[in-house]
């Protein structure tokens, strides 16, 4: 877990640090360095390869007599640097003081690697071979697909692999560094048959080298799986209809799959970021940091923003949206964010922390060296201690008119609401899942009373998706999941086509 | 200059490795003072650079990207997009020449970068007002930028470079409207700066309503959107259906002379408006920018293309190949995909006030949530309601509930529904949102 060029970078912080350390009372800088390969196939057939990209930015804040200034550099020449930092000092003497303003301390301040061994550096190693593989696996299922079905199939696909090296340091002595892998695969299929048209979408991504897809070259057999189950789908919609304005005035229950948990990242997740709160734009909790309503789940709801647990154990080794310090140098800590449907906990940066005067959890985020604000990571449902997942029939037997939806194709956010496109339903009659299709739903979510119906689980936690969560114009990796969880059709949760 | 620099010499460093080189670049500075739970802090970024590199060799395309104007890492940066090339129908890149002068730069808004505190103090009065007026805000949150970049694409053949600055500030009020400010050139007047936040409340309905409440669950409706709503289904639906590439692939079921809209409705694709902050010289190929009549008086003129599209298709490029972008992908590190440039539909008869007070019982609706997830093969959409009113008797009258409304079309004939554009209306205004210049439109949508 080194830095490849460690030194180099390390001359960048070790400079800024030293031009400012006498001018300013504390600073901190954070240097991402990001290596990336990546390819795709286009709807209309062209293969792009990237098979080099290298960026590199610093995030450096300063702050002088309670007044503080963020300021985002890029990393040319030590005299351009030098230039750039004597102008932000001239900024900072300008700005007023905030008596609220501070940060947390970093913990565990002597630990400074972080990260995972690389196994095959993509830097050192040729790649084409390798994307080529995962072009033609997709073209080949495809050709496969289509002529077994008599249908046009069209994939797109996006794959990028990349390592990111960080520095976090500051001018009490903190030096802190963490090297990840990062691996995402998506494919895109667009099935045409006569005049009907429809879509699917799929995703593996991990904090894992190209091995998360590849093996000997080709794709893995699993990722073969999910290719093939997102062209079946995308068939089966070709034929679907949607729910009937009298199916959907009769429905009594949702029953959501993982891959449809984006609602727990955008309508839950959001509201505990700490930075949101204290500004007054959480539906959940108010800016002193005390929940609006004390209940916002039924019972049986925990949820967490955590990896997933193996063995009695958070796995930190997986999960898209995992990551083992933070991007001011704080250990990521494991959050529980409901318990038994009621608010425990908030997601911390370092400046939230000291505002509330709570632990540090390292949450505190940048995309590449942007300002870092309070970001998610992998973000779940789960049941409560001692509550029972159950088999899929027994979950169903008491659904007289319900829906069981696959998919998301993301979420975006309110401060009282959320709303998803889901990829594709399946009528739930009489205790029985059916095989009738239903098209793709919008589904619009109200934050604070959306889960107070939710009756049962079935299955394991999981969080089959990667997904790209948006805030203050930065994008981070993360993920959201749950097992099958089902919900009583209420006010607060609107499907429609 | 240091960008036209730095091209010169990787071009001129790399011309024998390949045959031909195309580079991408963006460069600036941001300043911005931000207000957050009655406080306002400021950020900078300076000196981020964005290069996008595309080399041809022996009828195949390389790629690369990097973030710093440095001609060493660029030479790297061109073996090594040359070491996994794919074949491509483009023999060259751009000829740059004669392309279009787009004036989108003040200096007077460069100038504010030496004077932070008057950015500052406007920033505190907006803040300032707001409060004085109401005591109990849930939440405010407003700012102030101002931007300057510099943009250059060159290939061996050419060269095109721009500058252009911009002056933003936005207000958003309790997390349910926001209002903003954009233009390239310092405002006159910073009273309406300093104003944005409480105009913007004194316009906020103080109440909410359900659809049932309402009386319209599952019933067609009068909906009026705003231009900036407008813009958005446009974007998120219009273009995959225009596209050279989705017509050769049989994307798209549009040809052309197809009727698609009302004969109100004329849309222009323009990457020449002066009044756009989205204009510029050329495309993200080098290709000049045009305006594109793509719809006149509803009836389909003309597909859009970018260099290989157009090659494909026989045409000529429309200056439409962009590094266009989509979910998390870098812009240097995105392919260059057919996009809308900017937007220009020419204003209707109706004046907006006549149009608002025309519907008995409506909605008016000003962003979507969820929109991005719309079925673009099909050109629908189904979306949660982010931001809305009720339009009752004539007037606003209180806010859509959060997450209880849903708004779906189609902007085309589907399945024997009806297009969304077919039976509109237009406003007389228009407004700017930066990057389209539309009216307001009036059309009939279910829930």
């Known amino acids: 877990m080194e830095i490849r060029d460690e030194n180099k970078l390390k001359k960048f912080s070790d400079f800024a640090l030293n031009h400012v350390k006498d001018k300013v009372d504390y600073a901190d800088l954070l240097i991402e360095n990001i290596s990336k390969i990546e390819t795709k196939l286009l709807p209309d057939g062209q293969e792009l390869v990237v098979p080099y990209s290298s960026k590199a930015a610093m995030q450096l804040r300063l702050i002088k007599d309670k007044k503080h200034i963020e300021v985002s550099l890029g990393m040319e020449t030590e005299e351009k640097m030098k230039d750039s930092i004597n102008t932000v000092l001239k900024i900072l003497e300008t700005g007023k003081p905030d008596e609220d303003y501070g940060l947390a301390e970093i913990p565990n301040p002597k630990k400074q690697k972080y990260g995972k061994q690389l196994k095959s550096d993509l830097r050192e190693i040729d790649t084409s071979n390798k994307m080529s593989a995962i072009i033609a696996g997709v073209k080949e299922l495809a050709e496969k697909i289509s002529k077994e079905n008599k249908v046009e199939i069209k994939p797109e696909v996006w794959f990028f692999s990349q390592i990111e090296e960080k520095i976090i340091a500051d001018t009490q002595g903190i030096y802190k560094t963490q090297v990840l892998p990062t691996t995402f695969l998506q494919v895109f299929v667009k099935v045409k048959k006569e005049n009907k048209m429809s879509q699917f979408r799929m995703r593996e991504a991990d904090i894992e080298e190209i091995s998360l897809v590849l093996e000997n070259d080709k794709l893995k057999p699993k990722i073969v799986e999910k290719i093939k189950d997102v062209m079946d789908k995308a068939i089966k919609l070709l034929s679907a209809r949607e729910l009937t304005k009298e199916e959907l005035n009769n429905l009594t229950h949702y029953v959501l799959t993982p891959s449809t948990m984006v609602f727990v990242h955008e309508a839950q997740g959001h509201n505990f970021e700490a930075d949101i709160i204290k500004e007054g734009g959480s539906g959940l909790l108010k800016s002193n940091g005390k929940p609006i309503v004390e209940k916002i789940a039924s019972e049986i709801v925990d949820i967490y923003d955590a990896p997933l647990m193996e063995n009695g154990k958070f796995n930190w080794d997986k999960g898209f949206g995992s990551q083992y310090i933070d991007d001011e140098g704080v250990e990521i800590k494991p959050v529980q964010l409901i318990k038994n449907g009621k608010i425990v906990n908030k997601l911390h940066n370092r400046e939230t922390a000291h505002y509330y005067n709570e632990e540090p959890n390292g949450r505190g985020f940048s995309e590449l060296g942007d300002q870092r604000v309070v970001r998610m990571t992998n973000t779940f449902i789960t049941p409560a201690e001692d509550i029972k997942s159950q088999e899929l029939d027994e979950l169903l037997k008491d659904v007289k008119l319900g829906i069981l939806l696959e998919g998301s194709l993301g979420g975006q956010v309110s401060k009282d609401g959320m709303a998803t496109s889901l990829q594709i339903g399946y009528l739930i009659k009489d205790g029985t899942l059916t095989k009738i299709v239903l098209l793709p739903a919008n589904m619009a979510v109200a934050t604070r009373t959306a889960l107070l119906t939710a009756e049962g689980f079935s299955g394991e936690v999981e969080i089959p998706d990667g997904g790209f969560c948006g805030k203050a114009g930065q994008t981070k990796f993360v993920t959201d999941g749950g097992p099958i969880v089902k919900i009583r059709v209420s006010d607060s949760i609107n499907l429609a086509y | ?447």
């Open chain 2, 1 to 447: 200059m240091k960008l036209k620099k730095f091209a010169k010499e990787l071009i001129e460093k790399t011309k024998s490795l390949v045959d031909d080189i195309e580079l991408c670049i963006g460069a600036g500075k941001s300043l911005e003072y931000e207000i957050k739970n009655k406080k306002i802090s400021v950020s900078l970024s300076l000196d981020i650079s964005s290069i996008g590199i595309r080399v041809l060799k022996d009828g195949k395309l390389g790629s690369s990207a990097i973030t710093r104007l440095d001609v060493d890492e660029g030479i790297i940066a061109v073996k090594k997009a040359l070491t996994n090339t794919k074949p491509t129908v483009l023999k060259q890149f751009a000829k740059i020449e004669n392309s279009p002068v787009i004036d989108n730069f003040d200096q007077d808004v460069l100038d504010l970068f030496d004077n932070p505190v008057m950015l500052r103090e406007v920033a505190e009065e907006m803040q300032t007002r707001i409060y004085a007026k109401v005591k109990d805000l849930e939440s405010f949150e407003g700012g102030i930028v101002v931007a300057y970049g510099e943009r250059l694409v060159a290939t061996k053949n050419g060269l095109s470079f721009s500058k252009e600055t911009s002056f933003n500030a936005f207000a958003e009020i309790n997390s349910i409207d926001y209002d903003f400010y954009i233009n390239y050139s310092k405002p006159k007047d910073f009273e309406k700066i300093k104003n944005l936040a409480i105009d913007l409340y004194n316009k906020l309905p103080k109440k909410q309503v359900t659809p049932s409440e309402l009386d319209v669950k599952g019933k067609e409706l009068e909906v009026v959107l705003d231009p900036m709503c407008f813009e958005s289904i446009l974007r998120t639906l219009l273009g995959e259906k225009v596209y050279g590439s989705a017509k050769e692939h049989g994307l798209t079921e549009l040809e052309i002379n197809d009727v698609v809209a009302s004969n109100k409705l004329t849309i222009i694709d323009t990457g020449i408006h002066q009044d756009l902050l989205s204009s510029s010289p050329t495309d993200d190929e080098g290709n000049s920018s045009k305006e594109n009549i793509l719809i006149k008086n509803g009836i389909l003129k003309t597909f859009l293309y970018d260099a290989v599209s157009a090659l494909k298709s026989n045409k000529e490029p429309t200056g439409n190949g962009m590094r266009r972008p989509i979910l998390a992908e870098d812009r240097t590190e995105a392919p260059v995909r057919e996009k809308l440039r900017g937007l220009y539909i020419k204003p209707g008869n109706v004046p907006y006030e006549k149009m608002l007070s025309d519907i008995d019982k409506g909605i008016y609706v000003k962003a979507l949530m969820g929109l991005h997830g719309a079925d673009k093969s099909r050109a629908s959409f189904v979306a949660g309601i982010h931001i809305g009113k009720s339009i009752e008797q004539g007037k606003f009258a209180r806010l859509l509930a959060p997450g209880a409304w849903n708004l779906s079309g189609n902007l085309f004939d589907l399945d024997g529904k009806k297009g969304m554009l077919k039976d509109i209306e237009l406003s007389k205004e228009t407004f700017n949102t930066g990057s389209a210049i539309l009216p307001w439109l009036k059309v009939k949508l279910s829930f």
